[in-house]
């Protein structure tokens, strides 16, 4: 019971990593919101999950939805503890110069304005009361980039750099404010990154990860519950590779 008497919000929490994460938390006495834009997919979540988690449909690119999603979470919990900004999107693998204006917006606007919109909307209750965690899901694809996802790999560095920036602004505050780095997971968006999924273009990933396997949804929600725990409470603006040693 790590996360006992915390409340949490998890965006992208209905698949893949977010869904790690939400059970991690769940399994260590959290309340949790499972926010995404899935909602169907959230409620289920939440359902089989039990009293403590709650779905909320949100686009975290859209400030009225994340104030939306912040008004909800105010008005179940009263306060929230722990904030995980994982919601993310990618383009395909294209060269640069040919993803189109559209894949860009999405890419810049989901993985990037979320983060500056949720904290336009958690910061000023976290610093009041003294206290808080963020967590940010980038990517070892912000610290070791593969070519023909450049917008991607861009908008993870981003928030590496922001991680950093946000936890020395807000250290003094008592938020502390972290990441975790990825390396390729078998969720949904894997296909995305790969552009095709074959046996062959699997093994290309994997034979890149030294520890020989993809990383996984249970992986991170490990990470995550560490680094939003009370535990961590010396640790902050750090970008944590769960990578099996890629970027090594
Ligand atoms: N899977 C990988 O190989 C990998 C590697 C490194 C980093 N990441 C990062 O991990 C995070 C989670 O990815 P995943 O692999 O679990 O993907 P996923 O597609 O399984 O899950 C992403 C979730 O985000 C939700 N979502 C998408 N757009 C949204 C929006 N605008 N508002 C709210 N919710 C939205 C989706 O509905 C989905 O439930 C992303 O930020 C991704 O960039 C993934």
Not at 205 to 232: H, K, Q, V, W
């Amino acid at each position: 019971m790590r996360l006992s008497g915390k409340t949490a919000i998890v965006t992208g929490g209905a698949s893949g990593f977010g869904k790690g994460i939400v059970e991690a938390f769940l399994r260590e006495g959290a309340h949790v919101m499972i926010a995404d834009i899935n909602g169907p997919a959230a409620a289920d979540l939440a359902q089989s999950a039990g009293d403590a988690a709650h779905a909320q449909t949100v686009d975290v690119s859209n400030r009225a939805s994340v104030q939306e999603m912040a008004d909800a979470a105010f008005s179940r919990f009263c306060h929230v503890d722990i904030l995980v900004n994982n919601a993310g999107v990618t383009h395909l693998p294209t060269p640069l110069d040919q993803v189109s204006e559209d894949d860009f917006d999405r890419v810049v606007n989901v993985n990037m304005k979320s983060v500056y919109l949720t904290a336009q909307a958690f910061v000023p209750h976290m610093k009041h009361r003294g206290t808080g965690a963020i967590l940010n899901v980038a990517s070892t694809a912000g610290v070791s980039p593969r070519p023909n996802l450049n917008w991607y790999n861009a908008s993870k560095g981003w928030m590496i750099t922001a991680t950093r920036t946000m936890a020395v602004e807000l250290a003094p505050s008592g938020v502390r404010v972290n990441a975790l780095n990825p390396v390729a997971g078998d969720t949904p968006l894997l296909k995305s990154f790969m552009g095709e999924d074959t046996p062959e273009m699997r093994a290309k990933f994997l034979s890149t990860i030294p520890i020989g396997r993809f990383s996984t949804p249970e992986d991170m929600g490990n990470a995550a519950l560490y680094l939003c725990s009370d535990e961590a409470s010396m640790v902050t603006g750090v970008c944590m590779e769960i990578d099996g040693g890629r970027c090594i």
